[in-house]
């Protein structure tokens, strides 16, 4: 089941967007923020259609863990 992933990368999405000062942001942040919400609609969509290996998925599931819990130094040794 990969929806604790898609909430996890969407709370991470929105803090991020934040972070770089949406919705007033400057144009070169507000290019940023456009091109985080691409990629993450496009992951999105795999996810949805089942269109990733049982590989990746698995390794997303334990990354979004990891950043739920505040873990980054952990998040980044998963690959």
């Known amino acids: 089941e ?20 949406a919705p007033n942001a400057v ?10 919400s691409k990629r993450i609609g496009a992951l999105f969509a795999k996810l949805n259609s ?4 049982p590989n990746a998925a698995s390794k997303l599931v334990q990354l979004c863990q990891a950043l739920d819990k505040g873990d980054i130094s ?3 040794h998963i690959q």
């Open 74 to 76: 952990g998040a980044l």
């Open 2 to 21: 990969l929806r604790p992933v898609i909430g996890a990368l969407t709370k991470l999405y929105e803090d991020t967007s934040k972070a770089l000062g």
């Open 27 to 36: 144009a070169a942040r507000k290019r940023e923020i456009d091109d985080n």
């Open 50 to 53: 089942a269109d990733i290996s």
